[in-house]
């Protein structure tokens, strides 16, 4: 079985400063992982996503992610937050190996950035 | 390129009907996946197609059930409603291949009175 933990369900930053949202994951093979966004009464936007190769990922808006293999971790990060950057923040998973492997949600992470 | 449309946006409807929630996917792509969003529950898988058929089914009662066609459009239908069935009902639609990201719909706002 394969899951996502996102530790905190709120992060609140200043903006101008840099902000960190977690994710650790767990599957049976390799991960294919992603991070994904939400807007009140809106669908997901994908952000970025880790398939292979170069463990920084650089994304939509600025947003990167660093995958960390030994730690099972994915990371979201942006080096100056914005106000329009408060949203939910989802980060997902998918085993890269095994057979129909569906995409497997953490619960979320709301981001707030205050002015 | 045309987005993920749901249809409709919003519904009410009162328990012990039955729903049928619409997907059309983005042009191309053949897998569609649903999920219900709730506050409590976040994002639960509930079921993946792809061309036709059913790939993948997450753990839901045999109320909830889908269905593609050979548009790659879909259909979800909730028989039996439930007052904890009222969630946002949210499609994604992906070419097929695992490495690739799905495109998610706006989703449909269930309220079940």
């Known amino acids: 079985a394969q899951s996502v933990a996102q530790p905190e369900d709120q992060v609140n930053v200043a903006e101008g400063n840099p902000l960190t949202v977690k994710c650790t994951y767990s599957?049976?093979?390799?991960?294919?992982l992603f991070w994904y966004v939400q807007y009140p009464n809106r669908g997901l936007q994908f952000l970025l996503k880790?398939?292979?190769?170069?463990?920084l990922v650089k994304g939509s808006y600025g947003f990167e992610a660093e995958f960390n293999k030994s730690q099972t971790s994915f990371h979201l990060k942006k080096p100056s937050a914005l106000v329009s950057d408060s949203a939910l923040y989802f980060c997902?998973?998918?085993?890269?190996?095994?057979?129909?492997?569906?995409?497997?949600f953490g619960k979320g992470t709301m981001l707030l950035v205050s002015p | 390129k045309a987005g993920v449309t749901q249809t409709p946006r919003y519904l009410i409807k009162t328990r012990g009907q039955q729903v049928t929630l619409s997907c059309s996917p983005i042009?191309?792509?053949?897998?569609v996946s649903w999920y219900q969003q709730t506050p409590g529950q976040g994002l639960q898988f509930l079921f993946e197609y792809f061309s036709e058929t059913q790939r993948n089914k997450g753990n839901f009662p045999g109320r909830f059930s889908g269905r593609q066609f050979s548009n790659s459009r879909s259909e979800m239908n909730v028989s039996t409603l439930e007052l904890g069935d009222s969630a946002l009902y949210l499609c994604a639609s992906s070419p097929g291949g695992r490495e690739n990201e799905a495109f998610f719909g706006q989703g449909t706002r269930l309220t079940v009175v």
């Open positions: 042009s191309g792509h053949r897998s």
């Open positions: 599957v049976s093979g390799n991960p294919y």
């Open positions: 880790y398939i292979t190769g170069d463990n």
């Open positions: 997902a998973v998918r085993d890269k190996d095994s057979g129909y492997s569906t995409l497997t």
